[in-house]
Structure formats: C-alpha cells, structure tokens
C-alpha cells in the first residue's frame, strides 16, 4: 500500500507543529487585514494531527488517486488549511503574504482550482460534507482504498444540507468517511446557545445512524486516537465531536465572538504569537 | 462648463469627479448599513415590519434592529432556506418581513424559496441582501453575488432595486415598505461613495438622468453609478458630453427614460457589477431590440468568477472599471454613422 510515513515521530512534536502553525495563520490574517482567526485557531489542532500523523498523502504528489481527501468544509477558516499546506511542504512560504491579494494561490476562501492541496472549493457552508460523501462514494466505485475527512462548523450544522448529508452516509454505508464537527460553540453573531442551540448533536448524528466519538479537541494524544480509530468503524461512517474553543491559544480571542472575522492589529498579533510560542516551550523567532 | 449639466449631487461630488479622487476623499459607506440604519427608522414607522436575520446580522448591521425592537426581529441562524419560506409565511400572515443576508446565500441557496414560496405566492417579503456583485471583494468569489439581479429579475411578480449610494438605499428601504409584494434590494459590501443630495426624486421603476449630455448614455445601477460618473467625467474632457442614468430599479424596468435617451443621444452603454447575462445590459438590449436599436455596448462581468483582491482592482481587472466604460463609450459614438 502507498502510504506517506508519519512525519511527527511523537505527540509533543504535534503539537510543537500546531503551535507553528497557529502563529503562521494568525500573521497571515494580520497581513491581509482581514480573514477569520477564531475558528482557524480552534481547528488546528485537529488540522495539524491530520497532515502530520493520520492522513495518507504526498505532498509531492497533490494528484496521487489513492490519496486520503480532507475537505475544510467551514471553508471561512482556511487560513489554518494554508498553513498546515504551507508546513506541509504544498505551497511555498512566501505564500503566507499573500492571503486575498489580487492573484494569489491563497483566496479568501478555499478554491480547489488555484491551490494545490485544497481537495474541494468551500465557503458557502453546508457544501462539505456532501462532497465528501461524493468522493468517499467514488472510492467504492472506483475500488480505490482512500478515506475522506471533512470538518464542519458547528453553526455550519444549522443548514438543512448537512442534515440531508447526515440521513445518506449511513444509508449509503460509508465507512471511509469521518467527519470532525469543530464544536467551539460559536457562531458568526453570537454563542451558538443565544441563536439557534444544536444540542443534543451526539443523539442527533447517533440516530441518523452516525458512528459517534466525542474529544477533547486540543488535547493531541485524543485527537490522534480518535482519528485513528475511525478507520475501523465499519460498516458505519464516523463523526467526531470534537470540543475546542473558538480562538484558542489567544487569550483575548477565546470564547470571544467578535474574533470570528476580524484581524489582530499590529500590538495584538504580537500578543498573540507570545502567548502561543510560551504555551508550547517555543521562542516567537524560531517560529518563522 | 460640465459642473452644470449634473442633477442631484451632493455638493462637493462634481469636484470629486473632476479631480478623480471620489474614492479617496469622498464620503463611503457600504450600503448594508445605510439599510440597517432605515430600518430603525421603518420598525419605528411600522409595527408589523419585522427582521429576520441568518447569523450574518453582524455583517449586515441589522443586529441594531433586534437591540431596539427584541420582540421583532429573528435570527434563525445558518439557514437561509428556512428563513425565506418562514418569511412568506410571515407575509401572508399580516406582516412585513425583511430578509436580510448576503445576495449569495439568499438568492442561490433560497432561490426555490425565493420562486415557488414568495414569487408566486405574490407574499409581500423584502429579501435586503449585501455583498453583491464583487463588493465583498477580498473573500472571494464564493461570496460575490455577481448574479443576483440575474437571478432575482427572472423572478416573475419580484422588483429589483440595485441602489447606488446611502440616500437611495434609504429611499429604497422606506419604498419597499410601501409597495405591495416581493421587492429585493441588492446592496454593497464594500463603501460606495455618498453621491445625492435630498433633491434626488426617488421612486420605484423611475431612473433618474443625474447627468445632461446628448452625445451617448451610460445607464448604471448600484456601485457602477459611481464609475459611470466618472467615466462621463473623462469622456467630457475629450469632447464627448455623456447623459448618465442611474437606473436603480432593474424591474420595473423604466422603458420610458431608456428609449427617451436612445433616441436623444443615439448611442446606449450599460454598466453594471453583475454578469452580462440576464441583468441591466440584457434588460436594455431587449428593450431596445424590439424599440429603436442604437449602437449599444454592455459592461459587466462576462462569464467568469472573479476571485479575492481589492475592490478597485476588481473592477480594473474585470472590465468594470470607469476606464473601460469611457471606452465603450467611444466605441459607440464612433458606430453612430453606420446604421
Ligand atoms: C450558506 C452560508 N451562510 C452564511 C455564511 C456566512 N458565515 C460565514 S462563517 C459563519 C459562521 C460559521 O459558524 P461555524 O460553522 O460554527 O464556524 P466556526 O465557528 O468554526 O468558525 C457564517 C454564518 C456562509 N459562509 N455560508
């Protein structure tokens, strides 16, 4: 079987990845002046234990058939994709400048034809998840032995299509595919409670017939696990539910709402890298 | 003296226009928030106007409206098609409800809705959306709603107004309240300049000559008036004395004020932030077509998705731009002769 070996040898080496590339995304929205950092910043640990751990993939083969598919369906928070593309060896680092310049590989939202690396265009939530279960319905087709990854926004599971999605994986039986809910409880205007409450979602996706897993998002060791073991759910396709706060690694990003689309100014980004490079035992100028 | 030949501007815009620096030195404001403002206004005005929000209330400013009036407004999240059938249901049940997202999630994702729920129900809903055409610029073209006036002017029973500056939006606001059934209101993401004084005769189907000239018409609507002033600005220095028509209304379409203009000026060019097919440009030449066919030229984005950059850059790079109006304008002068 082709598989790309793991390239982090141990959980600490994750999250020291993570930690990189929550810096990157953050000076990222700084230069373009605009961008989304609070639910970028709540996906990267579960984006950088799939590009550094789980996923099969090559960066040097972007095309490769077999290749595992991840799909941001939450497609506003792609500066957390850029950077573990960045990281990952898909785009060059001087892409990290470039975010929604005229003729940039980096769009203000994920476009699947400029940027090598984004399996799925996305930025109208709601779409995701139901390509996915398109490319994880071709893999059976084709007999190719890949898996699809997609993460959703947990506002993004108010839209009716990820419901219709929902009710057709399992009847489809598709058990290549897992799905990561970022569950950082909040939503554009406000906590997700104060608009339109999704609880109970682990009965929800269980009696559409769900595989369901429940982590904490920011703790490696699960997050690894729990991806893991979702290749062995069969004959089911998995959801996990992972709990993480919008903004983390920021204090004054955490549970802030406001920091769904607003950039960090000069002074702030400064904090920001501060606080995330003293969490991770790492010096501000060794993350470049 | 070209100063004279201009109709309901602001004071200080013919100067503007005249040094190019409208963009910089002029008042903006995106138009979502002209909008949120009138609504205060309206719900103050109208206790069955209510506001219903899909979790971009923030973006479009319209949160202001449940802060003052709690009891009428409804955020019902991440879910556009809901929220317009919800809407219509509103309507025939005695109230008036606005709509407000961006042009793409409502006229995409709830265009069923928009057609079979409101349209042919003849409900009496306001869909407000912001972020058309390529206003939101830098996020990309997944958010510009560069079909919107397609899309909503297909739509049989529903009027389109495309307004191009704060004043006209709040007139906009307060018309559709007024008029009976579907009106959709496409508004801007990125700040327009504020281009009319309180002089500007506002009405549903009317388009309005802001500029004199007998040589050839610009007919615009939303943040194209802006470049089509200053194209006629351009055009005036090289001799050419270009009518201007703001022409805010895409349905009803003012037939009348468009067939005056072909015949007194001879030459047509439509510009507008929204593909050529089945907006301003479509709606002229089909008119026209069938009414007294002059040399037309239409301006707009021509089967393509643009992608994330600056505003202004945008619509240098497709086609939009003042620069490449002012030469449409001297293609059509020049084809005058031929018919
Ligand atoms: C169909 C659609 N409607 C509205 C939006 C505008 N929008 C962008 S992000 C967002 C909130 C998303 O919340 P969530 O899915 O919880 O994402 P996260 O908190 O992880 O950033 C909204 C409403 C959109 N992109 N697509």
């Known amino acids: 079987m082709h598989t790309s070996p793991p390239v982090a040898a141990d959980i600490r080496e994750l999250e020291t990845i993570a930690a990189q590339i929550r810096c990157d995304l953050v000076r990222m929205i700084h230069i373009a002046r605009m961008g989304h950092p609070g639910g970028s910043l709540s996906a990267a640990d579960l984006v950088t234990a799939l590009y550094f751990q789980v996923m099969r993939i090559d960066p040097a083969r972007p095309d490769w058939p077999e290749r595992d598919r991840f799909i941001l369906s939450k497609g506003h928070a792609c500066p957390v994709w850029y950077a573990a593309l960045i990281r990952r060896g898909y785009l060059g680092r001087e892409c990290l400048d470039t975010l929604r310049c005229l003729d940039s590989l980096l769009q203000g939202h994920p476009d699947m034809v400029k940027t090598p690396g984004v399996e799925m265009t996305a930025g109208s939530l709601g779409h995701g998840l139901s390509a996915g279960l398109g490319m994880a319905l071709a893999a059976r087709v084709r007999g190719l032995n890949y898996r699809v990854w997609v993460m959703i926004g947990d506002g993004e599971t108010q839209e009716g299509s990820i419901w219709e999605a929902a009710m057709a994986a399992p009847n489809l039986r598709l058990d290549n595919l897992t799905v990561i809910l970022d569950r950082n409880r909040i939503q554009n205007d406000d906590l997700i409670d104060n608009i339109m409450p999704i609880e109970p979602l682990a009965a929800k996706w269980k009696s559409f017939g769900w595989h369901v897993m429940e982590i904490d998002g920011h703790e490696m060791a699960q ?66 | 003296m070209s100063t004279s ?13 005249r040094a190019g620096t409208l963009f910089r030195d002029g008042e903006k404001r995106s138009t979502r928030f002209s909008y949120a403002d009138e609504m205060l206004v309206l719900g103050e005005q109208l206790d069955n106007v209510v506001m219903l929000n899909a979790d971009v209330s923030k973006g479009m400013g319209t949160f202001t409206f449940g802060q003052r009036f709690p009891e009428r407004e409804f955020n019902l999240g991440i879910a556009e098609q809901n929220t317009i059938a919800a809407a219509a249901g509103m309507a025939h049940a005695g109230l008036i409800p606005f709509v407000s997202t961006y042009a793409i999630f409502a006229t995409l994702r709830g265009l069923d809705m928009i057609r079979n729920s409101v349209c ?59 008029w009976q059934g579907p009106v959709y209101i496409s508004m801007t993401k990125e700040p327009v300049p504020f281009l009319y004084d309180e002089s500007y005769p506002f009405a549903i189907g009317r388009a309005v000559t802001i500029r004199e000239g007998d040589d050839a018409t610009i007919i615009a609507n939303r943040d194209m008036v802006a470049q089509a002033l200053l194209a006629a600005e351009s055009a ?53 077509i069938e009414h007294g066919p002059v040399p037309m030229r239409r301006i707009g984005i021509d089967e393509t998705f643009a992608q994330s950059g600056p505003y202004l850059d945008l619509l240098e790079r497709y086609g939009l731009s003042a620069g490449h109006i002012v030469q449409a304008v001297r293609e059509v002068v020049a084809r005058k002769g031929d018919a």
């Not at chain 1, 920091?259 to 904090?271: I, L, S």
């Not at chain 1, 606080?275 to 993350?287: F, K």
């Not at chain 2, 409900?123 to 206003?135: L, Q, R």
């Open chain 2, 236 to 288: 005036a220095a090289e001799g050419l004395d270009v009518r201007v028509i703001d022409c805010h209304t895409l349905k009803p379409l003012d037939e009348e004020a468009i067939l005056v203009a072909a015949r007194e000026t001879g030459a047509i060019v439509t510009a507008e932030d929204n593909i050529l097919v089945g907006g301003l440009g479509s709606a002229v030449a089909e008119l026209l």
């Open chain 2, 120 to 178: 042919y129900t003849h409900a009496n809903v306001k869909i407000a959306c912001s972020h058309a055409g390529i206003t939101p610029a830098e996020d990309g073209a997944t958010h510009q709603g560069q079909e919107d006036l397609t899309l909503m002017r297909a739509m049989p029973g529903m009027t389109v107004i495309a307004p191009a500056d704060e004043l006209t939006t709040r007139r906009a606001v307060q018309a559709a309240a007024e």
């Open chain 2, 5 to 17: 030949r201009y109709r309901y501007l602001r004071p200080e815009v013919p100067e503007l226009l």
């Open chain 1, 223 to 288: 997050v690894v696990d729990a991806l893991e073991a979702s290749r062995e759910a069969e004959p089911q396709p998995v959801i996990i539910i992972a709990n993480t706060v919008k903004g983390k690694g920021v204090s004054f990003m955490e549970d802030n709402p406001f920091w769904h689309g607003n950039a960090p100014d000069a002074d702030q980004t400064a904090q920001a890298l501060q606080e995330i490079c003293a969490a991770a035992g790492l010096e501000v100028a060794d993350v470049d």
